[in-house]
T-cell receptor, first 117, second 109 residues
Framework: DADVTQTPRNRITKTGKRIMLECSQT?????MYWYRQDPGLGLRLIYY???????NKGEISDGYSVSRQAQAKFSLSLESAIPNQTALYFC????????????????FGPGTRLTVL | GQNIDQPTEMTATEGAIVQINCTYQ??????LFWYQQHAGEAPTFLSY????GLEEKGRFSSFLSRSKGYSYLLLKELQMKDSASYLC??????????FGKGTTLSVSS
């Protein structure tokens, strides 16, 4: 079974709709992240959470919100989707590693391809 | 601020050696990761450097110079399956990985 799962894998929606993307992990990691990927722009950080009570904005948080329901679950919501939020979304996890160690390696889910019409 | 630069595209032939460079400017630098990503798939871990020098792992090696803010990924004995995007990512203390835009490598026969 996959260690980091994302649902749905593909979603097509219309402008103005509310969308939730879900991420679950069985790796026992404390830290979870949401990224979006657009052609030519690489992976950009939306939000991250270092534990259940911790939520931090990333580089491009406007238009998004998150919920860390449990250690294993981290959801990303688009309250009112717009076409420029069409992208490939990745969830990732990492252990609570000592700075400067490989424990900071991030493990990625398979991605959710979102299209907003 | 933070900035990570890497070439957008590179091409090479099977059996050759290719070097993908990455320069970075980040505060609180705590290590440099390289990931491989095939089209439409998730990034997968390749290498990690926190100290200056070369780390070798099979056909892939990665180098870091902290004083120069510079890293490279060296791929030897290229195979067609190495055609992918290669992502350089700097770990900034207390936050997430900051990724470059990626280098798309095309390997031809």
């Amino acid at each position: 079974d996959a260690d980091v799962t994302q649902t749905p894998r593909n979603r097509i929606t219309k402008t103005g709709k509310r969308i939730m993307l879900e991420c679950s992990q069985t790796k026992g990691h404390d830290r979870m992240y949401w990224y979006r990927q657009d052609p030519g722009l690489g992976l950009r950080l939306i939000y991250y959470s270092f534990d259940v009570k911790d939520i931090n904005k990333g580089e491009i948080s406007d238009g998004y919100s998150v919920s860390r329901q449990a250690q294993a679950k981290f959801s990303l919501s688009l309250e009112s989707a717009i076409p420029n939020q069409t992208a490939l979304y990745f969830c990732a996890t990492s252990d609570r590693g000592t700075s400067g160690t490989l424990a900071n390696e991030q493990f990625f889910g398979p991605g959710t391809r979102l299209t907003v019409l | 601020g933070q900035n990570i630069d890497q070439p957008t595209e590179m091409t090479a032939t099977e059996g050759a050696i290719v070097q993908i460079n990455c320069t970075y400017q980040t505060s609180g630098f705590n290590g440099l990761f390289w990931y491989q990503q095939h089209a439409g798939e998730a990034p997968t871990f390749l290498s990690y450097n926190v100290l200056d020098g070369l780390e070798e792992k099979g056909r892939f090696s990665s180098f870091l110079s902290r004083s120069k803010g510079y890293s490279y990924l060296l791929l030897k004995e290229l195979q067609m399956k190495d055609s992918a995007s290669y992502l350089c990512a700097a770990h900034q203390a207390g936050t997430a990985l900051i990724f470059g835009k990626g280098t798309t490598l095309s390997v031809s026969s």
